[in-house]
Nanobody, 120 residues
Framework: QVRVAESGGGLVQPGGSLRLSCAAS????????MGWYRQAPGKQRELVAT???????NYADSLKGRFTISRDNAKNTVYLQMNSLKPEDTAVYYC??????????????WGQGTQVTVSS
């Protein structure tokens, strides 16, 4: 059973920084893409950033320059460094991991989410 677990959320003041971590465990297959999404109250879940096992990254345009995604393949762990945080960054942040069984079959697993609140 694949498990995806986020950590590192919390309360931070505007302009502050926070680092989220997410570890995927229990997979016998390789994990290709890992990423972060977020969902603010009353809004749809949106992409934050993704990273492949080769280190290719993709960011939401509005977050480029403030957020940085990185990954440790040996640990199946992905990180999200968030700087210059704004109140509008307040959301539940979800981690996702894509497990590749073979060339035709892959599954996306999601964590339970971690709350990030940006407020003074």
């Amino acid at each position: 059973q694949v498990r995806v677990a986020e950590s590192g959320g919390g309360l931070v003041q505007p302009g502050g920084s926070l680092r989220l971590s997410c570890a995927a465990s229990g997979s016998d297959s390789s994990i290709s893409v890992m990423g972060w999404y977020r969902q603010a109250p009353g809004k749809q879940r949106e992409l934050v950033a993704t990273i492949t096992s080769a280190g290719i990254t993709n960011y939401a345009d509005s977050l480029k320059g403030r957020f940085t995604i990185s990954r440790d393949n040996a640990k199946n762990t992905v990180y999200l460094q968030m700087n210059s945080l704004k109140p509008e960054d307040t959301a539940v942040y979800y981690c996702t991991a894509r497990v590749v069984v073979n060339q035709r079959v892959s599954y996306d697993y999601w964590g339970q989410g971690t709350q990030v609140t940006v407020s003074s």
